[in-house]
């Protein structure tokens, strides 16, 4: 994917910001082992993810990469969101995606030259001053891992610390959070969040019931 042309740059300050509360995250569940641990360990030093990803966009990721799986297709598209601080740590909350037709084979994806206008269209309604913090893309049948293309990619539009790319691979279930690391990639922890008491993949919370006191 070769970067876009800019024509016009805003910065956008970063807030400060608590970021979703323990009781309104969850693991996903195509976390690799490895993964996983990394997830606990941000639960159990009760730290920052580096990524919240929201049930809404989640959704239209796996999505995405489901529909195309079967035929050993790649997709891709962008994440859409804001970035934060909470005591000194940067932070970013994906809130949509946006993506568009595309030219895509088992082995490389790209948008369609000829549809970006439609891309452009889709991020503006996206309904939120939003920032692209990131991007996603899929490897059905070979796992996840940043392919040397991926890397290039990366680097060239995504070098920022809250940058991440979201890897996908709908034949064997799995999805990673990756960041840069000087000339090379990590796997980052995140996390899916959901509004209020909506669980992420469809069950509903209730709140407890205080038990009245007998007064005596």
Known sequence: MSAPKVVSETKKEIEEKSPPSII??????????????LYKGVVLSSGVFPVYISRKAEEKIRNHAMEYGDDGTEVMGFLLGEVFEHNGVRYA????????????????????????????????????????????????????????????TQRAMFQEDYHSAIVVDPLKMEIEAYGLDGNDYKPIPFAVFWEEFEDPYGKKTKKKKMKKLNPD
């Open 93 to 152: 909350v994906v809130k949509d995606v946006a993506t568009t037709s595309l030219d895509a084979s088992e082995v490389s994806v790209r948008f369609d030259k000829d549809n970006m206008e439609q891309l452009f269209s889709q991020m503006d309604s996206s309904g939120f001053d939003y920032m692209i913090v990131g991007w996603y893309h899929s490897h059905p049948g070979h796992s996840c891992f940043m392919s040397p293309t991926d890397m290039r």
């Open 24 to 37: 309104n995250i969850r693991q996903h569940y195509w976390l690799t082992a490895e993964s996983k641990e």
